[in-house]
């Protein structure tokens, strides 16, 4: 039989990260492993009670989730690979609970963050930061909660048998997060062709070495998916910066990688694994299919 993986996960059942961490491992026997924080998480894969971990590190509506970079600059983790998750946020009550009658809201920061434009609207709820979307749910339940709100995900509402007051709350639509799957070992589970790699890259603050670096990818013709200033860890006074590149050729990022570490103070492969299309994407690459599929039958 084949072993379960224990998966380390912020938030409890029902939460983003739960589903996330479900979806990714959609083909192994998992144990999901609750914490109450990101550092909380850290630690469970660095002690080995956790095989993987999975960390949202960016928001459509939200960014980057920041102090997760500072997080995998602590920790020698891999990133093994990522997934994208359409993220819905709902207006959870009690049973029989009016919207009128509702004086505080609770959810993760990054969930009531995205969801600012009801909030400013409904004014007169109070919002309250909690560990996660799921738990708000929960302790709404358990304490039997009434003129308490929170925000969470349907299944999180079917979970603990409550109302949902208002649907898709978010401020747009197209909200989704990117998760990262990170692994203590450091090739874990390298999966057939890395087609992404994500640095971290210390740079003086002086000069135009970012400038270099950009030009250095350019030339190597690179996708940069991404690139964020990140916080730098107490002591470190040089130029933080987080770099996603990508390419269909994993011996084109590798050389590339190779030849950014002259350019920079210090570079830290965070990991090299396949990229995920995010829901925009994917929903982009259906409607040119069903085009191109359309036009060939004409
Ligand atoms: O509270 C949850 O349900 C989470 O999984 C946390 C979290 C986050 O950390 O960003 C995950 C995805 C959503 O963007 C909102 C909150």
């Known amino acids: ?26 083909q192994d026997e998992v144990e999901i492993l609750p914490c109450t924080s990101f550092a909380q998480l850290c630690d469970t894969l ?3 009670t956790a095989d993987f971990a999975v960390m949202a590190i960016e928001n459509a509506l939200a960014g980057s989730i920041l102090t997760n970079y500072n997080l995998l600059q602590q920790h020698d983790f891999s990133i ?5 998750l359409a993220i819905d946020q709902n207006l959870i009550a009690l049973p029989g609970q009016q919207l009128h009658e509702i004086e505080t809201v ?7 963050l995205q969801c600012g434009d009801f909030l400013k609207k409904h004014n007169h709820i109070l919002p309250k930061e909690a560990s996660d979307t799921a738990e708000s749910v929960r302790v709404i339940r358990e304490g039997n909660q009434t003129g308490a709100a929170a925000i969470a995900s349907k299944q999180a509402a079917l979970l603990y048998r409550m109302d949902i007051l208002q ?42 070495a970012l400038g270099a670096v950009v ?19 107490p002591g ?10 990508e390419s269909a050729d994993t011996h084109k990022l590798q050389v590339a990688v190779n030849e950014l570490r002259p350019l920079v103070l210090d570079l830290k492969l965070l990991g090299l694994y396949q990229t995920a299309l ?21």
């Open 236 to 245: 470190n006074t040089n130029q933080n910066v987080a770099i996603d590149i």
């Open 106 to 112: 609770s959810s993760h920061p990054v969930a009531l």
């Open 167 to 208: 649907e898709n709350i978010a401020d747009r639509k197209d909200n989704y997060t990117r998760f990262l799957v990170l692994s203590k070992e450091p090739k874990q589970k390298i999966n057939n062709a890395p087609d992404k790699a994500s640095l971290i890259l210390q740079l003086p603050m002086l000069g135009n």
């Open 80 to 84: 093994i690979g990522e997934i994208w």
């Open 1 to 26: 039989m084949a072993k379960e993986l224990k998966i380390a996960i912020q938030g409890g059942p029902a939460s983003f990260h739960d589903t996330a961490a479900r979806q990714y491992f959609a």
């Open 278 to 298: 995010n829901p925009v994407q994917l929903e982009q690459q259906a409607s040119m299919a069903a085009t191109i599929n359309s036009l060939n039958l004409n």
């Open 215 to 233: 030009n250095s990818l350019h030339t190597h013709q690179l996708h940069v998916s991404q690139i964020q200033s990140i916080p730098a860890l």
């Open 46 to 48: 660095q002690q080995g």
